[in-house]
């Protein structure tokens, strides 16, 4: 049963769906798509739902839907989408997302929001004037305005307003207390951390969507081409607690994420720097710290420190008060998949780029060499 555009539920028969099999691609089960697209059909938006696929993916894919479902409601064509798109998906994988869409959908029913100003973007209320106008600018000139870059493709900048940061930091203490009080079981943001709570879990999905889409991409596309940056369409947003209680430390890692931004919220506190070990593929991100590849940042509440996923870091204990931080690790599905087919990445991995240039270095000493061997032999 699905709704119609009327508001009435309707039965749809398998066979109202299925179309004729003139110019339909089979994708297993009974649901196709079309081979060409219907060019002059406005797709509807799907960005208020709550899908496991990219609503876009929805509004690009409905061009391909048999003519006559065009027109059906949103409801029967967002479902006719879903089961070809998870037929894609391995079982394991297909199961996970099931439930951790139940997951989600048992946190949004019974967590009461403490600040629901800060669940929908007002990029006035949130950012400091000096980012907002660099994002409005938009340009390499105007980003560099505001930034400091410490090391090569680490910048600095100062990003968010006190009044976010505080409401922000409640929210979570809120919802913290909330998950005790309930006994509710959630799932932290990774495996490294105890505590901290995953922000797309809980409402701010959209929200963080906009901020990596609208702030973080404009930056990224102009500072990080060689790593995805221009083609970020996916994130994950959470925030990590430091601190008494809370946990102390981060060992040496690399994110799963092309770009990341880490903000620093808050509170008091002391310790807690973030130190930096130079950039590498996954083939090398064991081998060793080159000179020049060591740097330490203070976090400064308020501030934002933007780093290449794949740049080697960890955090210092935080010796005393705590700290909050709100971490977006942003993703590139188009990046990923063209990384497969390279094996060179000497434009952004500190030892690729190393090796490059031994190898350079080992060819022109056998060809100085070559060239004096040839020198002495017409001598002789
Ligand atoms: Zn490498």
């Not at 809980?202 to 969507?209: A, D, I, R, T």
């Not at 935080?318 to 434009?347: H, P, V």
């Amino acid at each position: 049963m699905s709704q119609n555009q009327n508001g009435k539920w309707v039965r749809i028969a398998p066979e109202q769906v299925r179309g004729s099999s003139n110019g339909h691609v089979e994708v297993g089960g009974s649901n196709r798509l079309c081979i060409n697209p219907q060019k002059d059909h406005k797709s509807e938006s799907y960005e208020d739902l709550q899908l496991e696929f990219n609503p876009l993916v929805f509004s690009s894919l409905e061009q391909y839907l048999p003519p006559h479902m065009l027109n059906l409601s949103r409801e029967v064509k967002v479902q006719y989408m879903r089961n070809i798109l998870l037929r894609y998906l391995p079982e394991s994988e297909r199961i996970r997302i099931q439930k951790h869409k139940e997951y989600r959908h048992r946190i949004m029913l019974n967590y009461p929001p403490l600040c629901k100003q800060i669940y929908s973007m007002d990029a006035e209320k949130f950012f400091t004037p000096s980012f907002l106008r660099a994002v409005e600018e938009n340009s390499e000139a105007s980003f560099r305005s505001i930034m400091a870059e410490p090391r090569k493709g680490l910048y600095t900048f100062e990003m968010l307003q006190p009044q976010f940061c505080e409401m922000l930091m409640s929210e979570v203490d809120n919802f913290e207390r909330w998950v005790h009080d309930t006994k509710f079981r959630i799932m932290r943001p990774n495996i490294m951390n105890q505590y901290g709570a995953v922000l797309d879990d809980f409402g701010m999905e959209s929200m963080l969507e906009r901020l990596m889409n609208d702030f973080i991409s404009p930056i990224s596309r102009v500072f990080y081409t060689e790593i995805g940056g221009t083609s970020l369409d996916s994130h994950h947003g959470f925030v990590v607690e430091y601190g008494i209680n809370r946990d102390v430390e981060l060992g040496f890692h690399v994110d799963d994420a092309e770009v990341t931004l880490n903000i620093c919220l808050g509170n008091e506190f002391s310790g807690g720097e973030l130190f930096f070990r130079g950039v590498r593929c996954d083939e090398h991100v064991n081998s060793d710290i080159q000179p020049g590849e060591i740097f330490d940042y203070p976090h400064v509440p308020g501030h934002a420190i933007l780093h290449p996923g794949r740049h080697r870091h960890g955090a210092r204990p935080t010796t005393s008060g705590n700290r909050m931080n709100l971490i977006i690790w942003c993703r590139s599905s188009a990046f990923r998949e063209l990384k497969k087919y390279r094996k060179d990445f000497s434009s952004w991995c500190g030892e690729c780029r190393r090796k490059k240039k031994e190898k350079e270095r080992l060819l022109v000493m056998a060809t100085q060499q070559e060239l004096m061997n040839r020198g002495m032999q017409s001598a002789s």
